[in-house]
């Protein structure tokens, strides 16, 4: 089925070009030396590079910052719940140091504030906080001769309940309850991974 003036194209037919007024601007040619240089956005790997060698060099110096605070208020460990909550709600840490700073008391000897934590993923989410979360405490107690020091809870010494997080804790608790399941463990060889 062939239509008339129709040539297989959507194009427009030579009458109807006739008809159409010439609303199109002219395209301005651009020479090659005339071609512009694409914008940073183009060469993300570049950018992406550049960004994070400037973030790492910020990021060195400002965890190796400890203020300077001549001041050296006494404060009870009531003071210091009230500056860790203060600590969690400022900075919104994660979830981990939430628990490890909520979860028992602090113990205080003079101007040392040790915190109690349960697990070895505790220790190394508030070793890398140390310095920020001293600094905190500095200010909000009104003291710079804090220092922090972490310790395992010990609940032979405390009554406090002991939270299991890790599937090994778990398995240790239910050996301890009964020893049957750990010769259970030995007979199947079984592991927790």
Do not use: W
Request: glycine share 4%; proline share 4%; hydrophobic share 35%.
């Amino acid at each position: 089925m062939k239509i008339e003036g129709f040539d297989g194209k959507f194009q427009v037919t030579g009458e109807e070009r006739e008809k159409q007024p010439e609303t199109t601007t002219p395209v301005k040619k651009i020479l090659p030396e005339e071609k512009t240089k694409p914008s940073a956005s183009f060469k993300l790997k570049e950018a992406f590079a550049a960004s994070s060698q400037d973030y790492n060099g910020k990021k060195d110096v400002v965890a190796e910052q400890r203020i300077k605070l001549d001041a050296r208020d006494t404060f009870d460990a009531g003071q210091v719940e009230k500056a860790y909550d203060d600590y969690i709600r400022v900075h919104k840490p994660e979830t981990t140091v939430v628990v490890a700073l909520k979860a028992h008391k602090p113990v205080i000897r003079g101007e040392e504030i040790c915190i109690e934590i349960d697990n070895q993923l505790q220790q190394e989410r508030l070793e890398a906080l140390k310095i920020n979360l001293q600094n905190a405490l500095m200010r909000s107690l009104n003291n710079g001769f804090i220092s922090l020091s972490l310790k395992f809870f010990d609940d032979k010494n405390n009554k406090e309940e002991k939270k299991l997080i890790t599937a090994q804790d778990k398995l240790e608790h239910f050996v301890q309850q009964n020893p049957v399941v750990g010769k259970m463990c030995e007979m199947f060889g079984l592991q927790i991974e």
